[in-house]
């Protein structure tokens, strides 16, 4: 791939939502592996949290040690969040929807909505965001959509195809990256769809990133929390009568 773009100057973070303690158990963080890889491979610096490897406080405040917690990492992690040019979420699927770890995850940083970046928009204008759903009952677009919406409305930029993810069959049985006896492959690892999503979802996260960078961010015109009464009454118009 010749004609592939320098993306060695961009950074990406993965928070893997999983509700296993261990990364290492996460089927989630399988897949969220084979992304990373991608992302690897071409030069982006990619560093992977697992949410429950930290003590991530309860509540809409920036530290809740200030609210009575003996500990919060959550201030640390932000700082990863803001120095990486791409943000994907984890998560695995429980009755239909994201993990409470992503709802908490999301939480926390939302708290910062009241920051605003060097032009004055919201903290997280100019970053690329996606997601990544694992799990063994349907719901990965639906999953998709409550993570990818919290994260536009919090100032991500997300492109096409900014979501991938696997299901098994319904009911018990293996989840993603699980060794079944007989198969060529683990679980998952040879579904057609999940990987031609992932592929897919990666590299477009990775051009949104250049792009983003490359264009000094997201333009600052009407989007300007603090001055967009001034330009409202500089764009008003006057409705067609009734």
């Known amino acids: 791939m010749a004609d592939t773009p320098d993306f060695s100057d961009l950074t990406a973070l993965y928070v893997n939502c999983s509700l296993k303690h261990e990364a290492r158990d996460s089927h989630t963080m399988k897949l ?8 690897r491979s071409v ?3 990619v560093d992977i949290v697992h949410a429950l490897g930290h003590r991530i406080g309860v509540g809409m405040v920036k530290d809740t040690t200030e609210i ?4 919060d990492d959550w ?5 990863r969040v803001m120095a990486a040019d791409i943000l994907v979420i984890g998560t695995p699927i429980w009755l239909g929807v994201p993990s409470s770890v992503s709802a908490l995850v999301i939480e926390r940083m939302y708290a910062y909505s009241g920051d605003r970046n060097d032009k004055g928009q919201y903290l997280y204008y100019g970053k690329a965001g996606g997601c990544i759903v694992t799990g063994n009952e349907d719901g990965v677009k639906a ?8 994260l536009q409305h919090i100032g991500y930029t997300i492109p096409p195809q900014a979501d991938c993810g696997w299901i098994g ?8 990256g699980d060794v079944i006896e007989g198969a060529d492959a683990p679980a998952g690892y040879d579904n057609e769809f999940t990987n031609k999503n992932t592929t897919i979802m990666t590299w ?14 997201f333009p600052a015109l009407g989007n300007q929390p603090a001055h967009w009464q001034e330009v409202a009454n500089a764009t008003q118009f006057e409705p067609d009568p009734v």
């Open 32 to 39: 969220i592996n084979r992304s990373a890889g991608i992302m």
């Open 43 to 45: 030069g982006v610096n």
């Open 68 to 71: 009575g917690d003996d500990r």
């Open 75 to 79: 201030p640390a992690l932000q700082e």
């Open 143 to 150: 999953c998709s959509k409550i993570v990818l919406y919290a």
């Open 169 to 176: 069959e319904a009911g018990p049985g293996p989840s993603y």
């Open 204 to 217: 477009n996260l990775m051009h949104l990133g250049r792009m983003l960078r490359d264009g000094g961010g």
